[in-house]
Structure formats: C-alpha cells, structure tokens
C-alpha cells in the first residue's frame, strides 16, 4: 500500500476535521509555498476516499471498482486508491501515462473511451493494456491495424434521460447495431472479452441499471451464438457521492445487486467491474477561495405583497476562481454551489442578497446568484464543500494557466 503513496505530502490531522478546522494553519502553509497569499487552493480528504472505498467493498461486494481518472485525476487520490487496490479506466494518453508512473499492473487499467485517439490506442499497446471499449465499426477498424491482440469490451447505450447529464447521447451502441458490431469484430479477428455501459453521471433512477444489466446479459447471449465467450460486464459509474445521498446510494446497491445474482449469477463465470467516480472524489475536496473584488448594486424591486426588511442590500463579489478554473463543475453539473464561511457568523447579522462571480468578468464566469449572507469583505476567504468531481484534471494535463494546489489531509488513524 505505501508503496505507492511515496513522495505525497499528506498533513496528519485529528480524525472528523473539517477544512473550516485547518483554515488558519492552511493558510500560513499556503503563504509559505507560494508568492500571493491569496491564491484559490483545494484541501483533499483522503480519508473520505478511504471511507468510500471501504463502503463500496460492503455494499457491492462482486464488484471490482475501476476508478475513471477524467472525474479528478489528483495524484493523491491516484495514489490513495492504487494502494487500496482499486483498478483505473483511462481516456487519454496523460491519464494512462499517470497511473502507468506509479506502477499499476497493465491488467488494472482499461482504456474507456469509445471513440480513441490512434496515439492512446499505439500508447496502451507499447503498456501493455489490452482492455478497452468500443461502440462502433470504425473503432474496431482502428484496433484491428494497430493493436489486433487487444481484448475489446463493447459499450452499450442506456436510458439515461433521467441523471443529471446525458452520456448516452454521445456514447453507447443500440440494442439493434450490437450483432452488426459483433459479427464485424468477428470478421476482423478481435477478442470482445465483455460488455460494458454507463447510466450516466449522479443517476437518479436505479432501476436503469436493472435494465443495462438486462441488456448486457443479452448480448453476451448473442455473442455466445457468434463463438465468443465473454467473460467480463463493466456497470459504468453513476452512483451518488455525497454523505446526503447515502440513502440511494443503498438503494442503487440493492438493485444492482438483484439484477447481478439474476443475469449473472455467482459463478457464471463473469467478472464485475464499475467505474465509479463521482461517489470516490467529490465529497472529499473542498476548495478554499478569496474575494477579490466587492460591488454594491441596487435590489431588485420587491413584488407588490412582499416587504422589504430595512438595511437590506444587494452585492455582487468577484472571488479569484471560476468556471474557467476549479469551478467549472458549475456549469457541467448544473448546480449552484453555497460557499461556507470560515467562522460560523453571529445569528443576529443582518442578510444580504449575494451573487459570486469568477475573476474573468466574462458574462459565463457565474457561480452563484441572490444568496443570503452577511456582508463579507475583500481578502476574505470562503469555502466551497463537495468539490472533487471534474474541478481537477490529471497532472499533466494543464496547458497555460496554473491549477488550484491541492492539501492533502488525514489522521493518522485512517493512515
Ligand atoms: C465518466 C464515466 C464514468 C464515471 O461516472 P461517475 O458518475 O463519475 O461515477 C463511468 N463510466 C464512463 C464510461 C464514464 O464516461
């Protein structure tokens, strides 16, 4: 296990801390690393990833998680999880590139990306990684050429209308073009070693799973009268991360769990995968920002009934990230995040409707709108919870401007 989280700097802290907790000892850290004291930074808790982890092996027991580096590809949590055993799906050369550097086994790590670049499908054959999805007769024209002894998992489409963005759309094979696709493969001399589909991100309606688990379990049975013998099914990501959600969470597990011991049932001789993301990262990473600017701006009128509590006023807060940094899950997840406050402020402060903006003054640049707050001031710090999903891309991904740092914190416990 340690051998792979050699050369992380992990602060040891007092086990339940929460980021409001570190603050002060943050930031003298922060003003000791870098020039300006007023740089956006993430505290990652490696603990909560641990947790999961533990969580995931209780509630899905036949299910080999998969973690997709394209949620949050932090060497923290690459490392956190290639000790706790966990295998990795890769879309692109950097992300393989990052998990092959810290010594994962070629047969942990599968290529996920449906529709690859010829370099990462030329990188993954010089590794050694032989798994990887497709969903289309081109993509197998592509691996046949370069990589023939590749093992393809072909990527089915799901209903996913209900999770809170829409993968299918983009990716997946249809019921009807799955024997086409098979007897293509067939023809062209490749392995389709399993079956594998995604419901797509924080879904909201489990009984989809039943449903792909269904699916898959057909193809195979087509793919058995074409010669082939599968022997892997990889149920994607999707299930829920925050502490709120842990409810659907079991709920979801429930359900997976019927559908496996239905179509695939202990011994079948298939072997479970998930790639789960989201419910690894995003409660674990809080990011710490600072306001930058402070506007004042009229009230909107209020309606006609409605009274107007005296003092009230209306400030728009510039802070020093955005949608085009770490807080672009904004816009991918649709969702209005609430900043904390360092200090829990007296009950007794008046409230004023506050709107955040990032430091670009572009009109997408919004974060949030009319929420209520006591008036804060330039300098100060606020702090954003459940940011660890698709707000930090693999190391060596960034061109041009500079990613938030990232703290890495635990107790000494969990270690
Ligand atoms: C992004 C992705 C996942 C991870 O989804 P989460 O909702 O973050 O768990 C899993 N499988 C595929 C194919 C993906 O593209």
Redesign the pocket.
Known sequence: MTRYLDELDVMMVEEGFTTRDLLESLLLKVAQTVRTKTIAFFVANLENVVKKHVRLLKALPRVKPFY?L??NGSKGVVQMLAGLGAGF?C?SKTEMAVVKSIGVPPERIIC?SPCKQISLIRYAASQGVRLM?FDNEVELGKVARRYPSARMIL?LATDDFRSSNH?SVK?GATLKTCRHLLEIAKQMNIEVAGI?F?V???CADPQIFTQSIADAHLVMEMGAELGYKMHLLDI????PSAEESRRRFEETAAVINSALDLYFPEGCGVEILA?????YVNSAFTLVVNIIAKKEVPLDQPGPDEEEPDGKKSFVYHINDGVYGSLGSVIFSNICPIPILPKKPPPDLPLHSSSFRGPTGDGLDRIADGLELPELQVGDWLIFENMG?HTVLAPSSFQGSQPAQIHYAMSRMAW
Request: hydrophobic share 20%.
């Open positions: 997709p394209k949620c799906s879309t996920t999805t990527q993968l990716f594998s995604h797509g991100s924080s994607g990501g999707g299930l790639e789960l993301g989201r419910y999903a």
